[in-house]
């Protein structure tokens, strides 16, 4: 094994010192050509109908990460809602924990000794107590109420950001199914094309019917001379007077004698 893999290190080795003797410095350019040459003639052979489909895959591999961001988004607004029930509730407990506290300041600061509520008699002392604790209480329920409405505008910012990639994504899926269809329908009228200038069409049987009909009208053609010829003494001069008949005088010759003979076949008939 080891002696295998020294073969083949030595044999790779004395190849690149082959080509570093005949290229020189230029020898690793070459090989690096000779790699992409031959990876895009690899590549072109691939037929265009299964990069196509393969194209179709790689889209349709979008479709899972876009399910995942939807559920992402889904339970982000399940959050956001909870979110604002939470700071309506502290919104309302701040609004009445408000009233409260002005009521027990406003009894405390008019100096009485002892306050009622609810038919219970209470100390100013124990006031103030209360009214101390309560303002603590609000002052933090207050600064509460303010980190979560931020985090509310930073979840709904979070949130429009996502929505807006997601839309982008299933934007961009969108248009590359339409590209794909283009490209389909243009590798299609290739492939038509090809096979239209691929048909043969055998017209040497027609062509050998004219040729039939051309022999046969040369020589009815000729026939017609010779019969003519025949007919004709060659030996004589023609001194016959051509007719000089013209067709418009054969017309009205004809119909003037017609006229003429209408009055006679009118009284014989009588």
Known sequence: MKKKVLYVGGGAAAVMLLLALLFGSDATSYVTTSV????DSVKNSVPVEFELERARQEIS???PEIRKNMELIAREEVEIEKLEANITQFEEKLAEDEKSIK????DLSSGVEYVTYHGIEYSANDVKRDLTNRFDEFKTDNETLANLKKL??????????????????QASQRK???????LAARNKMI??????????????QLA???????????????EEKLSHVTNQS??????????????????????????KKSPQTRLAGK
Request: proline share 1%; aromatic share 4%; net charge negative.
């Open 36 to 39: 992409a040459s031959v990876r």
């Open 61 to 63: 591999d979008i479709t």
């Open 103 to 106: 009521r027990l300041n406003a």
């Open 152 to 169: 509310h505008v930073t979840r709904m910012d979070n949130l429009k950001t996502v929505r807006g990639r997601l839309a982008s994504m």
């Open 176 to 182: 590359l199914r339409v590209e794909i269809d283009h």
């Open 191 to 204: 492939e038509v094309t090809k096979s239209a200038s691929e048909f043969e069409i055998d017209d040497s």
């Open 208 to 222: 050998k019917a004219n040729a039939l009909i051309n022999n046969l009208d040369s020589r009815l053609s000729t």
């Open 234 to 259: 060659l030996d004589r001069i023609p001194v016959e007077a051509e007719s000089t008949t013209d067709i418009l005088d054969d017309v009205a010759n004809y119909f003037e004698s017609q006229e």
